[in-house]
């Protein structure tokens, strides 16, 4: 199929309406994530999980797309055979999209979404707290504020729910709610609880933020790697305190397009190798642009939902020598899909290769171990930032000490 340009991390369809439940799962409330390598006939994916069955790629489509076939002229519906026959494949990130599910994917990659502009997390007690409000979105503009709980969406309880299935709930994915349609939100502040009913709308994702710590450092944070991220990150190095470090924070990206993260790794690296990958058997490369910064201390936050892309972003500068890696064990996601499309406009997308790290390191179902592991990334922002500046503040001594040429 023509122009696919994008990765997605997501789960398996099993049935038609099935909640995209991965849907930007690492910005919450604002879209997708995915990985996607550039020039496999312009649609490569990377999913995750072990190798799929043995048999050969191009046999495992011809059996998806003669299923697909068979059911049209039967008058039967050729995605739900689509989904079986990938079922049967023993692909463990095979999978099959309507029509309308795939143009949202694109539109996500492209930075846009469409929700109420919330970003909300889990308390251990399972109750769900809103921990941002994009301004000028239907929540700001209902007055809804960080640290609101939220207890319902459209009258179904959310407390102990996955934050996947709240999401999933306030963007309508199961209805295929467009812009404009409402969802209905229980509320509470304090003792107050009230209902809001707010109109979906198309939103932009803030996939990068920039601040600056009181030290000096810049600490550059990639939810996803949307249109357009790479360009904002080379644009925040250079205008970055030059005798302070960087810290560059993937953690919960599970990916995006694979040529944002490869200019993204253009602006810490003078040229060579981001990754190695192969499609059907054929090897191919992926090289980072001239003229990086080489020589600012850099320390990359990681946990175990940074995925796809961000794993071979994570990787490059890793086995580049060119970051410390912080945090715990990435998710371990570095297959390949190509998606081809289906007589009804649904699309399947089938395992067709693995990327490897410039070291030559398989990522799928190991993922990358940081240089210094410290799960407590996993629970603090403040706690996480805090370890990057130690280890910056020690890559700043040592350079200092080193002798000169």
Known sequence: MSGCRDLFCRPRRHRRGAALTLLFASVLVTGAATGAFPDARDADRTGGGPAPDTAPAASRQEDVEKAAAEAMADGTSPMEAAERAVSRSGDRWGAVYSQGDYEEFQEALDGRYTGVGLEARRERDGRIEVTKVRSGSPAAEAGIRKGDRLYSVDGAKVDGRPVTEVVSLLRGDAQDAPAGTTVTLGLRRGTRAWTETLRRASLSTDSVTVRKLPDGVTVIRIAAFTKGVGGVVRTAVRQAPEDAGIILDLRGNSGGLVSEAVTTASAFLDGGLVATYDVDGEQRALHAGAGGDTERPLVTLVDGGTMSAAEMLTGALQD???????????????????????????????????????????VDGHGITPDLVDDQVDQSDQAAVAKAETVLSGLGEQAATEPGP
């Open 320 to 362: 580049r020598g060119r970051a410390i890696v912080v945090g715990s064990r990435t998710f371990g996601k570095g297959s390949v899909q190509m998606p081809s499309e289906l007589p009804d406009g649904s699309v399947a997308e089938l395992t067709v290769g693995h990327y490897h790290t410039p070291s030559g390191r398989s």
